[in-house]
């Protein structure tokens, strides 16, 4: 694929920054597969709202970091059940941040702090174990917004909520 074309120059640019939002580097093959993910979610874009350049460059981000997620994980842990959620934390590849017993130690902490206990409740437990493993991995908190798809607001409000609960637990555990 040739950046000839605008779509495929607007992919390309949109596969390289969701790279870069996860610190991966890609063989070819992954890359160009990374690329196409991004050149369908334009084109969806582009079709559902004509002319709306800024809205088919979002999407083509968006498609192309769902689709590192979905190759990283194997899934979207963000939409699983719960031996799925622990399964897609604990395989994730990585170089550095929190090790396996750890993440499953917190996904436990985060199930057990939340009011909802069915699926809502699954998935914000998974969400903060995610945050804990970004911020160990020294991502921004506007890094993880962007791979999260939610704002920097929420982010920090997250972070307070992962604070308050891991403050609760160290008070309840004896030492």
């Excluded at 779509?7 to 063989?27: K, P, Q, S």
């Excluded at 437990?125 to 607001?153: K, M, Q, V, Y």
């Amino acid at each position: 694929m040739t950046p000839d074309c605008p779509i495929e120059a607007r992919a390309l640019a949109a596969a390289r920054r969701a790279c870069a939002r996860f610190g991966v580097r890609l063989d070819y093959e992954d890359f160009q597969d990374t690329v196409q993910a991004a050149a369908e979610g334009f084109w969806r874009a582009w079709q559902r709202r004509p002319g709306e350049i800024g809205y088919a460059v979002i999407s083509a981000r968006n498609a192309a970091v769902k689709f590192l997620i979905r190759d990283l994980w194997g899934s979207n842990p963000f939409a699983a059940d719960e031996k799925e959620l622990c399964n897609a934390i604990a395989t994730e590849p990585r170089t550095r941040g929190l090790p396996d017993d750890v993440l499953r130690t917190l996904q436990d902490i985060f199930l057990s702090s939340r009011t909802k206990r069915g699926r809502r409740g699954q998935l914000a437990a998974a969400r903060e174990t995610f945050i804990c493993n970004a911020l160990a991995r020294e991502w921004s908190p506007d890094g993880i917004a962007h791979a999260l798809a939610t704002s920097g607001d929420q982010i920090k409000k997250c972070r307070q909520h992962i604070r308050t609960v891991l403050a609760q637990e160290l008070k309840r555990r004896p030492e």
